[in-house]
């Protein structure tokens, strides 16, 4: 079982930054791919970026490629999200979620993904 609680967030203007963090407890977090999602208001959780559980392997969604990064350190057990040039499209809360199965890809479907953190709120002003 993974436990994961989220920091970071908040209010920004467009074009500036802000960093994400989840911090996990549990003995699987290593092993686990992990993902973050958000989700607008009156629309559906989206995937945005995600992580092998090794780390080596990173994808991301078309509208955040170039501008965020993902990165995990499995000795800490943290996943990190680095937003840069944020965009007012970018609100929404953010969600940190460990993947269900062991020792595979990040997967972009929600379905996929067992533990969640409690979400953040990001806000990018006009």
């Known amino acids: 079982q993974v436990q994961l609680v989220q920091s970071g967030g908040g209010l920004v203007p467009a074009g500036g930054s802000l960093r994400l963090s989840c911090a996990a407890s549990g003995s699987t977090f290593s092993s686990r791919a992990m993902g973050w999602f958000r989700q607008a208001p009156g629309k559906e959780r989206e995937f945005v970026s995600g992580?092998?559980?090794?780390?080596?392997?990173?994808h991301y969604t078309d509208s955040v490629k170039g501008r965020f990064t993902i990165s995990r350190n499995n000795n800490k057990k943290t996943v990190s999200l680095q937003m840069n040039s944020l965009k007012p499209e970018d609100t929404a809360v953010y969600y940190c979620?460990?993947?269900?199965?062991?020792?595979?890809?990040?997967?972009?479907?929600?379905?996929?993904?067992?533990?969640w953190g409690q979400g953040t709120q990001v806000t990018v002003s006009s």
């Open positions: 979620a460990a993947q269900r199965n062991t020792f595979s890809a990040a997967s972009e479907n929600v379905l996929e993904y067992e533990y």
């Open positions: 992580v092998s559980w090794g780390g080596e392997t990173t």
